[in-house]
């Protein structure tokens, strides 16, 4: 295999706190081990228009804080067809690319998965707040989610509290219930919805809400995710059949900014240098992924198959705790 003497750097899918430490820590790792590093900007868009500049250890200054990506994401339509793939392949020649570092989430893994077959090497650092790759037990700015809406939920439980109202709360996440089901566990929440589990509206959600009231209790904290939604005719419902005053948020795009935690700091900068090192040795087409607390690399096709499944223990402790 051809040594690898210049990498590229691009951000996809839905930008996540704690991507600019994961493109700082690429970029001076890779000038670290003697690699020329390039920053595309707008994810697959700005590979397919050339949009690609050469970074130094001083573009990636003052960012680690900052939440966002620098580098800027879309979501690129073209990229999923092999018209748009060749271009890809054609502009990263015209660069001199001999990798692409793509941080992103599944489907942006599924675009780089389509290089990699194709012969251009890549390599994925997991960046989503949703937390749903399958492979790893970590994606960048997940923590910095949680405490986002953590923060959100602490706020509306008081104003609950003083009305005494059940008060639905809609969290992201699309297809995965990670954000819902934890921030539920840390709240309370005497209800969680997720796209993963199967509800039945009597039973799971105003049976619980009835019981609660019977048993003492004067506010409700119901967390919904996205990927049900629903969550203001929800609370139409709850309120017309419990008489229980209910009012609805839906969080949206606040839970993906902000200043990233140290816990996202520092799994970015891990994983952007544990990327840019395998690249370094010659290793690629693999996404870094966090296994039993280690952080390692794991074949592309292979972690695309992996699948990520909502731990059932935790599920049954968010019931327990809720009573
Ligand atoms: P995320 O990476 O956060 O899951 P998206 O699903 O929006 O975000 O994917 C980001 C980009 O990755 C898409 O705009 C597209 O360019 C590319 N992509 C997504 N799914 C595929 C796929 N199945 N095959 C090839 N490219 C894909
Ligand atoms: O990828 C994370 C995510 O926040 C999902 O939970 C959500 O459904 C989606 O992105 C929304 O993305 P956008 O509003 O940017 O299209």
Do not use: W
Not at 142 to 148: I, S
Not at 258 to 278: C, F, H, N, Q, Y
Not at 291 to 300: F, H, S, T
Request: glycine fraction near 12%; aromatic fraction near 4%; include cysteine.
């Amino acid at each position: 295999m051809s040594r690898i003497k210049t990498i590229g750097v691009l951000t996809s899918g839905g930008d996540a706190p704690g991507m600019n430490a994961a493109i700082r820590a690429v970029v001076r790792t890779g000038i670290y081990h003697g690699l020329k590093v390039m920053g595309i900007y707008r994810g697959y868009n700005g590979l397919l228009n050339g949009e690609i500049f050469e970074m130094d250890l001083r573009s990636v200054s003052d960012i680690i804080h900052r939440g966002g990506t620098i580098l800027k994401t879309v979501r690129c339509p073209a990229f999923k067809t092999e018209e748009g793939l060749q271009k890809a392949i054609s502009m990263a020649q015209v660069f001199g690319l001999d990798a692409i570092v793509v941080i992103g989430g599944d489907g942006s893994f599924r675009g780089a998965r389509d290089l990699a077959r194709r012969g251009l090497k890549v390599m994925g650092i997991p960046g989503t707040i949703d937390n749903d790759i399958g492979c790893s037990e970590y994606t960048i700015g997940y923590d910095t989610c949680l405490n986002t809406v953590q923060d959100a939920l602490d706020k509306i439980r008081d104003t609950a509290y003083s009305h005494e109202r059940c008060s639905v709360l809609e969290v992201m996440g699309r297809h995965a219930g990670y954000i819902a089901l934890n921030v539920g566990i840390a709240s309370g929440a005497e209800v969680i919805i997720l796209p993963e589990r199967p509800f039945d509206f009597n039973k799971d959600i105003i049976k619980p809400i009835l019981e609660g009231r019977n048993r003492g209790k004067k506010h409700y904290i119901v967390i919904i995710a996205e990927g049900v939604g629903g969550a203001v005719s929800l609370a139409e419902k709850i309120e017309e059949i419990t008489g229980i005053e209910t009012r609805a948020t839906i969080l949206g795009h606040i839970q993906r900014g902000g200043t990233p935690t140290v816990r996202d700091r520092v799994m970015a900068s891990i994983m952007g240098a544990k990327a840019t090192e395998l690249l370094a040795n010659g290793i690629c087409n693999q996404i870094i992924a966090v296994q039993k607390g280690e952080v390692v690399g794991i074949d592309i096709e292979e972690a695309l198959e992996t699948r990520k499944e909502i731990p059932r223990d935790m599920l049954e402790l968010s019931t327990i705790l809720s009573l």
